[in-house]
């Protein structure tokens, strides 16, 4: 069993040096990023597998996993809670880890003495540890970086335009070409919040990955898992007959395609309206809800106004019988486009974000006190 | 900081006080820390600050938007509540478009809500909370308490199954007890049930301004009624197995009823609207916020003092303590008359304008980034700091003495609330009557919990029949259509799962202008506010005794625990406050209890 000591020197390409897995491996999963901690809860809805199979060992052919994360941590919490993840900072943890990263990462360098989230105290000064310095101290000792939730892979609803905190995801925050310990790249499942069973599906197969049977998940360009995020909300919505025969809902009393009303189904990765939100039940558009993008980079501010129909939208539904192939090409660029952050995702020591507290319809835009 | 003093000087001559501080706290939602002083020679906390530690924005980051997506976007304040603020948005946005959701909807939005309740109160109670009560924590605690429970016959056990107390508590042990397995597969059904209605958990994507887009087939209806015939007996299991603990835990411990107490000051918003009565306008605000189906009201001293949501509305003040913002009274008010023509205060949410200044931590000057929501009681003039008990504490205690609900499922009496669940797999159909306790306290606020759980599965039956007789009748109008105005006000009021939730909306331009949500954290966990008054769970908090057998060194500090669990904290409702004095804090390295299995 090899362990995981933080020594770059150890570094190698997953691929061709592991012949042999761990038996025992640690998550240690921190919330304290800009969220809601909804992909903790969510996780928790997953029965595909559930989090109890997996602490209590019940699926076969992985390593046993010890799980610290805050919301279901039977500590009463403080020091004792915090005694791995210091642990794993001192790069004295005997098993290799996995760092889960919940929430957006706030820009730190834009604030003066203050901080915009922190994860306990500095034994020694007593001061806020942030967020960013966990990150700073855990990343590069851990096995494999997993990214839950799109605040974390991609900044998402905190990093919307005009917020104060500067806030970005962690591949903004530790660089797209960032390798973990384990010759990983960050593992991003995006959503707002996770898919359930998206997420443990994806926490297991990088599980079995630990264990030594099997290869590494799949990611594409956006670091997200390919057979989870490679079809569009539209290639899977059982409402897409209804966009072929160019019949559309006009409010959302309608079963019909929701395109006109605000639905981006068809430029969106994400398998939600397949797979349900969980346990077959539920989801987006499927049920009368409109897709918002919430798994994409551009989330939310390339979809705002939610509710409105996508520029192209009635383009799109308006050819759709003939030009099928043309469709297909003009929603590869709003693809595109929605698949990139917004460019005030960064960790420069400036706010960018057109930030105006005192924004009020009409005024000049008052200068930022 | 009077009141500090106060509670300085009643620490006890001759103690010595010992600091204690945990950060985070584990087991709830978001980012909280204690800070204590405790004076282990008298066995009692003698001052407690709270903190937490995260600032995202909301209010700030809305101005400009679109007003319809304020329901999207402040779902994302919370993980486990965030449809409530859906909800509470689409309220408050229906007053401003001047429209109504269609009864159909407002019944789908009852019936998602009431799984949330459901769910919520199922995931924290069991599987968060009662870690607090369980075997192996107690077995650390008070194992004289375990000792004791081995020998005592649990009252109700033909009921739950489970013979002794101490078989209760290994049932609740985490991860491996069957209670704590199986609450996590009811949060799973119940889970399902709100999906069904309201599209996804937790941001959900089905709920709109107007109504839902969910569709009404019988089907879905079918789906979730089976579903909650399914957890029936786990319902009300759970109530009889609550009260066996709770009542073992005083009979175990005279004097816990002190743990977590405070001045019964209690806030309730209401909940579950009544589509044959609401309009939205904020003119008849007080006929429809009474026919709520859980009713608003704020309780002083075991006196109802209003149920009138205007008067709720007009007396909230939000408060500048020791917090990183600047004042806003200079900047230009918003909303200076209510649309009935009463003045607005510069202190009301409607005119408040958040302006984020980052600090050091200083303890003498800004240490925080909470506000203070309080209150105003016109009649005696003070800043009352309301807390929710953790939301169905609250909820019950208000409906209960307003004796305004009645339903063939759930009936206020005027001192009680009585919950009829029908016939279920294993036990026959039972009333559980929830009565006004003589204590606002740590454990009556987890017991009402579970009652509450019963109260929503019982409206949710209700709700069904409403809902599927409209089915039956051919309507299928769930959304009413609507032009966003270029000016206009809202304001939407609330349960979510943990307490009071507000949503104030101002709108300019067909944009948003001012938006402030005030969920129940900011004001169960704020901290003293500018009158020096200490927000509820310092309050709760300071003058607990101590009944942990442990000392000073292996210290877990298990009564503090459940005393501000009791609250269902959940912090990411904006909550951010430190207050201390700056010392260095002993720490305490507990036995890592539980470490097997993380």
């Not at chain 2, 908090?541 to 501000?564: H, L, S, Y």
Request: hydrophobic share 35%.
């Amino acid at each position: 069993m090899r362990r995981g000591t933080g020594n770059t020197d150890t570094r190698s390409s997953a691929e061709t040096s592991r012949t042999t897995g761990f038996d025992e491996i640690t998550i240690l999963w921190i919330s304290e990023g800009m969220s809601c901690d909804g992909d903790s809860v969510a996780m928790t809805a997953s029965d595909r597998p559930s989090i109890e199979d997996i602490v209590l060992g019940l699926v076969p052919g992985l390593p046993k996993v010890n799980l610290y994360n805050k919301v279901l941590s039977p500590t009463v919490g403080g020091e004792e809670f915090l005694a791995p993840y210091r642990m794993a900072a001192r790069g004295e943890m005997a098993e290799p880890f996995i760092l889960v990263i919940e929430g957006s990462i706030p820009n730190e360098k834009i604030n003066g003495d203050g901080y915009w989230s922190s994860f306990g105290n500095d034994e020694i000064t007593g001061e806020p540890l942030t967020l960013n310095w966990w990150i700073d101290h855990l990343a590069p000792k851990a096995w494999a970086v997993m990214a839950v939730g799109t605040c974390a892979t991609y900044g998402g609803i905190h990093a919307m335009a005009g917020n104060p905190t500067g806030c970005m995801g962690l591949a903004d925050y530790l660089g797209w070409d960032f390798r973990s310990w384990g010759g990983l790249p960050i593992i991003n499942v995006p959503g707002c919040p996770i898919q359930p069973e998206n997420f443990m599906e994806t926490l297991t197969w990088v599980l079995y990955h630990a264990a030594g049977s099997a290869p590494p998940p799949p990611l594409d360009s956006m670091l997200r898992p390919q057979w989870l995020f490679g079809k569009t909300v539209h290639e899977g919505c059982d409402r897409g007959s209804y966009f072929e025969q160019g019949d559309f809902a006009q409010d959302y009393n309608s079963p019909k395609c929701q395109v006109k009303i605000g639905c981006w189904g068809p430029v969106v990765n994400c398998n939600v309206p397949k797979r349900g939100w969980m346990g077959g039940i539920g989801g987006c558009p499927n049920v009368g809800g409109i897709c918002i993008g919430c798994t994409m980079p551009g989330f939310p501010d390339k979809f705002m106004p939610f509710m409105d129909a996508p520029p192209g939208s009635s383009l799109s539904s308006m050819l759709i019988k003939p030009y099928g192939v043309f469709i297909r090409r003009m929603r590869g660029f709003t693809n595109v486009t929605t698949n990139k952050e917004p460019k005030w995702h960064h960790n420069r020591p400036i706010l960018t974000s057109g930030y105006d507290p005192r924004w009020r319809p009409g005024v000049t835009p008052a200068q930022v006190r | 900081m009077t009141a500090t003093e106060e509670r300085r000087a009643a620490g006890g001559p001759g103690g010595t006080l010992t600091e204690m501080a945990w950060d985070p706290i584990t087991r709830i939602i978001g980012n909280l820390g204690i800070y204590t002083k405790i004076d282990f020679a008298n066995r009692e906390v003698v001052e407690c600050h709270t903190t937490s530690s995260l600032f995202r924005g909301y209010s700030v980051f809305m101005k400009g938007k679109d007003p319809r997506d304020a329901g999207f976007i402040t779902s994302r304040i919370c993980g486990i509540c965030g449809d409530n603020h859906t909800t509470c948005s689409v309220y408050a946005q229906n007053m401003a478009y001047g429209i109504k959701n269609p009864p159909l909807g407002e019944w789908i939005i009852n019936l998602g809500e009431a799984a949330e309740y459901m769910f919520d109160h199922t995931l924290f109670q069991d599987n968060l909370v009662f870690v607090d009560f369980c075997e192996a924590m107690v077995r650390q605690t008070n194992p004289s308490v375990l000792a004791r429970a081995e020998n005592t016959e649990a009252p109700n056990r033909n009921i739950h199954g489970y013979r002794t107390i101490a078989d209760l508590m290994r049932a609740f042990n985490p991860f491996e007890g069957e209670i704590y397995k199986e609450a996590l597969r009811v949060s799973r059904v119940t889970r399902e049930m709100f999906c069904l209605m309201e599209g996804r958990h937790v941001h959900p994507s089905t709920v709109y301004p107007g109504g839902v887009g969910t569709m009404p087939e019988p089907t879905v209806f079918t789906d979730y009624l089976s579903r909650l015939i399914s957890i029936l007996d786990f319902i009300k299991q759970a109530v009889a197995m609550n009260d066996d603990i709770f009542n073992f835990w005083y009979q175990a411990l005279p004097g816990y009823e002190e743990v977590g107490r405070r001045r019964v000051l209690l806030g309730c918003w209401g909940a579950f609207q009544d589509p044959e009565v609401v309009d939205y306008r904020y003119e008849t605000m007080t006929e429809w916020g009474r026919a709520m189906y859980v009713t608003p009201g704020i309780v002083v001293d075991d006196q109802l003092i209003t149920t009138d949501l205007i008067d709720i509305n007009l007396g909230i003040r939000i408060l500048l303590g020791s917090s990183y913002y600047r004042d806003w009274v200079d900047e230009e008010p918003f909303v200076t008359r209510d649309p009935l023509g009463n003045p607005v205060d510069i202190r009301h949410p409607w005119n408040q304008t958040t302006l984020p200044d980052p600090g050091k931590r200083d303890f003498n000057d800004k240490y925080s980034w909470v506000m203070s929501p309080r209150w105003f009681h016109k009649e005696t003039g003070e800043h009352l700091a309301l807390d929710t008990g953790g939301g169905c504490f609250a909820r019950l205690y208000v409906t209960a003495l307003a004796n305004m609900v009645n339903t063939p499922y759930v009936k206020s009496t005027g001192h009680s609330v009585q919950i009829s669940l029908p016939k279920s797999e294993k036990l026959p159909e039972m009333t559980f009557e929830w009565r006004i306790p003589p204590w606002s306290n740590a454990i009556e606020r987890d017991r009402s919990r579970a009652y509450f759980i019963a109260y929503a599965a019982a409206m949710a039956l209700y709700f069904l029949e409403r809902a599927m007789e409209r089915v039956r009748g051919g309507d299928m109008k769930v959304f009413t259509n609507f032009e966003v105005p270029d000016e206009a006000i809202g304001c939407g009021f609330h349960e979510a799962v943990r307490g009071v939730l507000s949503h104030h909306l101002v709108i300019r331009d067909g944009k948003i202008a001012n938006y402030h949500p005030y969920p129940p954290t900011p004001w169960n966990g704020s901290p003293r506010d500018s009158f020096g008054t200490p927000g509820p769970y310092e309050d709760a908090i300071q003058n607990t005794p101590i009944f942990e057998e442990n000392g000073p060194d292996d210290f877990k500090g298990i009564d503090i625990m459940r005393a501000v669990r009791s609250f269902d904290p959940c912090l990411p409702c904006g909550v951010h406050m430190y207050v201390g004095g700056g010392r260095t804090l002993k720490k305490i390295h507990s036995p890592m209890f539980g470490a097997s299995h993380g």
